[in-house]
């Protein structure tokens, strides 16, 4: 895939950008396709279908283009989803995602397939980003610097509350349908449930597709229905929908007035996801693709390991009302986070997504070990100096690049507890 190739297909669609700005009152100034430039948009994960486009000459500001792009990316082709379209409105608008100046979700069927002459796009306003690529390669410890609550963690903890507070959950309601359309098994499933983070765009459209095939009866696709694979997914001994509903039941829930809360989640919240929004000078949400309803503590699963963060979080979230969190709710709050985290990165995602290294005994290793991680998790409920020396332990490890040797601590106090 070559940088050409990727700027080439952003700019048959400049034209209609332009109208779409021009009709938002954006860009006036603006007169053709000729006085734009368009560049790759160069991160980390290097994705074709996000681009740069900058007035050549006029003082308008760049803006960030997402597109549908026909170049495969992680295996899968992008689209430009409703659900994120109407959720970038709703987080912008209280300012919580970059400004979304114009999008186009035009879709023009032919048979079973969308016009491929006609991607649809969004148009957002430039961000700088938080992740800093280099020093996280360099720095051993960058995770856990950046994650602190004086840093990115602290700013994540802000946007974190405010989107709690200030984006109800009404809006997910009709994506909740289409969800279960795709995904049957998530019909028994609360709206507290860990697994609606597991439905990402991604994931449901290799559904849909897989689901589209099946009317053809080729003996693969046959094969893969008569196994019920989990989302259809293509590895070999991926888990079934029972596997992925008996872990569900299986997760321990989450407790307290406030990580129990349910919310619209950012869903993948972690620093590269956070930008300086140019025009606001604010730190705001990106790639919202995963964003979702959940109980609060699940957007802390990738930076909460930091007591300091619960802190800022349940102060940002309670600064309203004119009171200030406890001690205890801080802490408690703290311990949730990290049930959340491990729920999360130890069990769905391994469980749900694809990862190579799943083999014939993996599902029934992993409902086994959310069975021990369910029992783990009520007794340190029910012993809370032992819980708080745990929590403890974790963030000291953290704070110097390691980890926690969750296993042996986990068969320790279910041993201890025995």
Known sequence: MSTEDCVSELRDLIPRVLQALHTNKVWESVKSA????????EDFM????????????????PVVV?????????GRLFRIEPQTVEIHQLLSDQGLATTLLAFSLNQTMCGDHVEDSLPNFTVETVGVGCFDLAAASAEENYFAHANSETETGGVMAKLAARLHKKIPVQWFDKYRREKCELCPLMKDEADDSALWVMMRTPALAQAR????????????????????????????????????KRLAALLPRPCGEHASRVVTCHGDLWAANVVMDKRSNQAVLIDLEGV????????F??????????KVYLEELMEDTGSVPTEEDID???????????????????????????????AN????????????????????????QICRLNAQKASEGSDMDFYDVMDSVLGKSS
């Open 34 to 41: 000729e006085e734009i430039s368009c560049e790759k948009f």
């Open 46 to 61: 290097s994705r074709p279908y996000i681009s740069i486009l900058t007035p050549v000459n006029t003082e308008e500001s």
């Open 66 to 74: 997402k597109f549908e792009s026909k170049i495969p990316f992680a």
């Open 209 to 244: 597709l897989a689901a589209k095939a099946g009317g053809s009866g080729g003996d693969e696709v046959q094969v893969v229905h008569k196994k019920n694979k989990f989302l259809n997914q293509k590895r070999a001994h991926a888990a079934s929908d029972e596997d992925v």
């Open 292 to 299: 979702t309803v959940s109980y609060a503590a699940t957007d």
């Open 301 to 310: 699963a990738q930076f909460g390991e930091s007591r300091g963060v619960s």
């Open 332 to 362: 408690k709050f703290w311990f949730e986070v990290l049930i959340a985290g491990h729920v999360q990165r130890g069990i769905l995602r391994p469980t749900c997504w694809e990862e190579d290294d799943w083999d014939e005994t993996s």
């Open 365 to 388: 290793k992993m409902i086994a070990h959310a069975e021990q991680f369910s029992a783990y998790v009520e007794k340190l409920r029910n012993d809370w100096d032992l819980a708080l």
